[in-house]
């Protein structure tokens, strides 16, 4: 057993920028993307632990990039891109699950391409990193948010270990309409709160709301939830989790059962850790039970839609790998 397991959460929230002109001409390029079509392109990703890792250039750099529908915008890490200066610095924090990040900078990326794909003026923030780099041991360029996934439909595959994105219109129809060789099984709405995914489900029969995270290592639930979901909370060690911020908390740890999030969608039990979401809560001006993050995409095959607010689900194969 482990006496310590790192856990990642990089729900990040982005408030009011102090607006740099400082450009990158440089694109991002992904050297291993498969472009399918003018709109599609597929790139293959790994598991670092439980986050999902895609390999990438950008200024002569070549790293890894964290998939993360947490955070709202791409992060670059300080530590790759040192030239900052005092004007760029945010005049407010920004903020990880588990305590406020220091000494957040801005930067505009002026071309960030995906093969086909050009995405031109993107802000960036500048963070601090390193201490992800050390614990998870692999050069880290950066996190790709929301502000570049929402422009697409994202197709998280941990079968397959790809995601694939799909350019979408401004109502979320997809500029190519055969895109998946797979047949979409089910579906499920969703809100978004700025960028955040929220969704509606049960656990053990009680009402709650699930944040939906690819960065969540694990899944979390508040300690504040109605006892009887904490009835099916089965406590099994005690671990001490890592934020975005560094700082470090220790947590129960166990299996949470009886997770529905329709009639047709429901889960096994899933590894999970019972921690205070109040700040996080109070900081997104959410009202969230708590978080669905690796655990949820290693069950469920998930296509992600943000403009129209929707997931789809194919089925894993009945033989995984």
Known sequence: MLRFLFFIILFTFNTHFVHATYGIKNTIVFPKAE??????????FKLVDHLIVIEAEILNQKGNFIIDTGS???ILNKI???ELYDYQRKSQEVF???QSIDNPYEKRIKEFQIEGFKLENKKSD???LSHIETIKKVKLLGIIGYSILKDYEVFIDLFLNQITLTKVDALGNTLNKNVYLEKIVDSLDFKLKKHTIIINGSINNQEVKLGLDTAAEFNQINKSVNKKVLKYFIPKKRLTLTGASNKKIEVL???LHRVKLSKTIYFGP???VLTNLNKMNETFGTNLDGILG???FAQKRTIINYRKEKLYFIDYPINQK
């Open 253 to 255: 740890a166990g299996k």
């Open 126 to 128: 500048i963070i601090d």
């Open 270 to 272: 899933m590894f999970t």
């Open 80 to 82: 790759h891109f040192p």
């Open 294 to 296: 690796y655990e949820f």
């Open 35 to 44: 472009v399918i079509n003018e709109y599609t392109t597929r790139i293959p």
């Open 96 to 98: 990880g699950v588990l």
């Open 72 to 74: 709202e915008t791409l």
